[in-house]
């Protein structure tokens, strides 16, 4: 569609035109300033409240027609409303019967190149191992240059390993004229590379924050733009972006980890919508705790955090406070029951080699059964349930107790 005629349609569109009073919201800043019990959210005017919060909660494939609707076409939101009430429960369950009943064909592996971010360890590892049997040409970035040969010895001939540093572009350049030359068609690419640092937004330093951004979000960003060329040059090409259960759901203590994650998952989602003209599919992964080499070392880095602090930080929330929630962290059901990685390396294949793949996947029971249930309940409701959890007071709310 001409760029004209799309703005034209934009302008035209029935929430455009009906754009809402400022001074909604200005009503409920001035609440939230204000009052003794500010709410958490506030969603001032119909928009919000009866268009684009139930359009949330409906599936994605759903979410999906309606965006396009709205966006190239005229729609009544009465219209809208009834279509999203009728259609989300009905066709939602013909197509998981659908889906069970009548599984899709898998694509054939030959002349497929799949792009690995993020092999070292963990599911990229394990992906780049099952799809080279698998008889796909596996391109793998590692970021440990001692990781090269020893994962290149695990693979076919096929295969190439390559040392890659997302955040650097220098490094991602190389890789795409390495890759340039073996292929002017990529199949697929896999953002996977990824790390986390555990902390309170007191505790963590933003110079870690950015770390953590430049990793979990602006390097995949920065892969995604500029192996685009090679993914549209041929229809059905797929992006299988690694997210987690705090890309949907905020967990206390991971401020910087969920922020990345929130982005990345807006990110791919704007990048399904957009590429939709050339096909491009873009499946998200959201999995729970794993049993991998990053939740392992995830006492080590809790610990490190915490003597890092200044003294007056550490002396503002004290060390018992900070012993509850060490333990709180390493004796949770989460990470003691950590799950298989293995079913996380089931769909990253399932995104890369099947006819339809999933807009996102949440493997394995901590992501389908406790956190995306929790993720749609009602914001007072969850914070409840976390105050309920962990019942610790830092020292110096203890003194401010104390001095009223």
Not at 97 to 119: D, E, R, V
Request: aromatic share 12%.
């Amino acid at each position: 569609m001409p760029l004209r005629i799309q703005a034209k349609n934009i302008s035209e569109n029935f929430l455009y035109r009906h754009s809402e009073d400022p001074n909604k919201v200005l009503e409920v800043l001035e609440h939230a300033v204000l009052n003794c019990k500010p709410e958490i959210r506030y969603r001032p005017g119909w928009q919000s409240k009866y268009f684009f919060l139930p359009l949330s909660m409906a599936p994605v494939w759903l979410t999906d027609f309606i965006v396009n609707r709205t966006t190239f076409s005229h729609v009544k939101p009465a219209d809208t409303m009834l279509l999203i009430i009728s259609l989300i429960f009905i066709f939602y369950i013909i197509y998981i019967l659908y889906q069970h009943f009548y599984p899709t064909p898998n694509i054939s592996p030959n002349g497929k190149y799949i792009f690995i971010s993020g092999c070292d360890t963990g599911f990229g590892h394990g992906l780049a191992i099952k799809l080279d049997k698998q008889g796909f040409n596996v391109l793998a970035g590692v970021f440990a240059s001692d990781n090269v040969n020893s994962l290149q010895e695990k693979l076919s001939s096929r295969a190439t390993v390559f040392r890659l540093d997302i955040t650097k572009e220098e490094d991602i350049e190389a890789a795409f004229q390495l890759v340039k030359q073996k292929t002017q068609v990529l199949h697929a690419l896999v953002n996977n590379a990824g790390i986390v640092t555990s902390g309170y937004i007191d505790w963590i330093q933003v110079d870690t924050v950015r770390q953590i951004m430049n990793v979990n979000f602006f390097g995949h960003v920065t892969m995604t733009k500029r192996f685009l060329p090679l993914l549209i040059a041929k229809r059905d090409s797929r992006v299988v972006n690694m997210s987690s259960i705090c890309g949907f759901i905020s967990l206390p203590g991971s401020a910087a980890y969920c922020a990345s994650k929130y982005a990345f998952e807006s990110f791919s989602d704007c990048l399904r919508h957009e590429m939709r003209p050339w096909h491009l599919r873009v499946s998200i992964i959201e999995p729970g705790t794993m049993q991998t080499a990053m939740t392992e070392r995830l006492e080590v880095s809790l610990k490190n955090v915490w003597l890092q602090l200044p003294n007056d930080t550490r002396k503002r929330w004290g060390e018992q406070f900070f012993e509850k929630s060490f333990k709180l962290v390493i004796n949770s059901p989460f990470i003691r029951y950590s799950e298989d990685p293995e079913k996380v390396i089931r769909v990253l294949e399932h995104a890369i080699i099947s006819t339809t793949p999933h807009i996102r996947y949440r493997p394995g029971w901590q992501s389908s059964l406790f956190f995306y249930p929790l993720s749609i309940l009602p914001c007072w409701l969850v914070d409840k349930m976390f105050s309920l959890g962990f019942n610790a007071c830092p020292d110096g709310v203890k003194l401010q107790l104390v001095s009223e």
